[in-house]
């Protein structure tokens, strides 16, 4: 499987905190590998393979509490 880095902008990122709550949202998905959360930028990058595509990680913030674009 190739391994790929995706990019989205959750504007409702304001902390520490938010970026906690990303990375564990994110830590309970399978085939993610790593997640960056950028609090001045309100960007998330997320490394992940293949399988997982860029819905599946708007969802993952979504249900975070977190829109994605």
């Keep these: ?3 790929e880095q995706t990019t989205v902008t959750a504007p409702e ?3 520490g905190g ?3 709550a ?3 949202a994110f830590g309970r998905v399978d085939g993610v590998l790593g997640v960056e959360v950028d609090v001045a930028t309100k960007q998330v990058s997320v490394k992940h393979e293949s399988t997982v595509t860029r819905e599946d ?3 993952v913030l979504e249900e ?3 829109a994605g674009e």
């Design 57 to 59: 990680i708007v969802r």
């Design 22 to 24: 990303i990375k564990n």
């Design 18 to 20: 938010c970026a906690n």
């Design 1 to 3: 499987m190739s391994k």
């Design 13 to 15: 990122i304001v902390c």
């Design 64 to 66: 975070a509490g977190f």
